[in-house]
């Protein structure tokens, strides 16, 4: 049985599945390897212009397995310690090969996220959820920290300080009405895979390096630490493609014709 599915609902769009519904899709190792590697894949394709995340059952991702999380990669003959290390960077990888892929990565959250699975959920560029969807920083649940494989970098800067303080103390559920008031997910819908998908679609018909430009200047704005030094990176980005692709006159040309613009990433010698 393959814990991680891949399709095409349309070329474009890859959709990809956490496929271990009887455990919610919890973050074993059987589970976040294969979904390394397939995302790694994805991210060499390049007709696949975007990518949809999304989870089997009642589950979007229920973090840390509990009972059977597998062996992570590269421990053979390691101490304890060591283990430890190669454990935490095998899930540090996913999260960081998500933010690193070309295509901007979309969530559909179908269930619950919790732990690990918000942090997946945040690491993704988009998310839209499920009304059954639920959200909860379940490390301090645990006896542990709230802070894991990013979520005390990323849920800040997704929903405010505040917010992100009073979700990751107390450890409780938020909502997906609640998720979506407070700026975590862009939408609740009842079929969250298809308007994922549609979301998908509608980028994949954007400019392929203006998609990839505005992925890299939404993360390095976040980490910006100042407008003043954030604003070149973006005017060289806009400089890029006004110079080197015919992408803005096509665009005035279709407007004016009443048609879509068709971007062909390219001009004319």
């Known amino acids: 049985m393959s814990f991680v599915l891949q399709d095409r609902p349309v070329p474009e769009v890859a959709v990809v599945t956490l496929n271990r519904p009887e455990r919610m899709n919890a973050m074993a190792y059987d589970v976040m390897v294969p979904l390394h590697d397939v995302l790694?894949?994805?991210?060499?394709?390049?007709?696949?212009?975007?990518?949809?995340?999304?989870?089997n059952g009642h589950g979007f991702c229920s973090g840390a397995d509990q009972e059977s999380a597998g062996v992570p990669p590269g421990v053979a003959g390691v101490t304890r310690p060591t283990?430890?290390?190669?454990?935490?960077?095998?899930?540090e990888d996913v999260v960081l090969t998500l933010r690193r892929l070309h295509q901007p990565v979309i969530?559909?959250?179908?269930?619950?996220?919790?732990?690990?699975?918000?942090?997946?959920?945040?690491?993704?560029?988009l998310r839209y959820a499920a009304p059954?969807?639920?959200?909860?920083?379940?490390?301090i649940n645990n006896g542990l920290t709230a802070s894991e494989l990013g979520l005390s970098y990323l849920l800040p800067r997704a929903?405010?300080?505040?917010?992100?303080?009073?979700?990751?103390?107390?450890?409780?559920?938020?909502?997906?009405?609640?998720?979506?008031?407070?700026?975590l997910v862009s939408a609740v819908h009842d079929d969250v895979l298809t308007a994922a998908v549609e979301v998908g679609r509608r980028i994949a018909s954007f400019s392929q390096?203006?998609?990839?430009?505005t992925?890299?200047?939404?993360?390095a704005g976040i980490a910006a630490s100042s407008?003043?030094?954030?604003?070149?990176?973006?005017?060289?980005?806009?400089?890029?493609?006004?110079?080197?692709?015919d992408n803005f006159e096509e665009a005035s040309l279709a407007r004016r014709q009443g048609r879509p613009p068709v971007f062909r990433d390219g001009r004319d010698a």
């Open 209 to 213: 390096p203006g998609v990839e430009l």
């Open 215 to 219: 992925k890299k200047s939404l993360q």
């Open 159 to 183: 929903i405010g300080s505040t917010r992100a303080a009073e979700l990751m103390l107390t450890g409780r559920d938020m909502s997906a009405e609640e998720a979506e008031r407070a700026g």
């Open 40 to 55: 790694r894949e994805i991210g060499q394709d390049n007709g696949v212009r975007a990518v949809v995340l999304t989870g």
């Open 227 to 245: 407008v003043e030094a954030h604003l070149p990176s973006e005017g060289i980005g806009q400089l890029y493609l006004r110079l080197l692709t």
């Open 107 to 125: 969530a559909a959250i179908n269930g619950a996220a919790i732990g690990g699975g918000l942090c997946l959920a945040l690491a993704c560029d």
């Open 132 to 139: 059954s969807a639920y959200f909860r920083a379940a490390g």
């Open 83 to 91: 283990y430890a290390l190669r454990a935490m960077e095998a899930l």
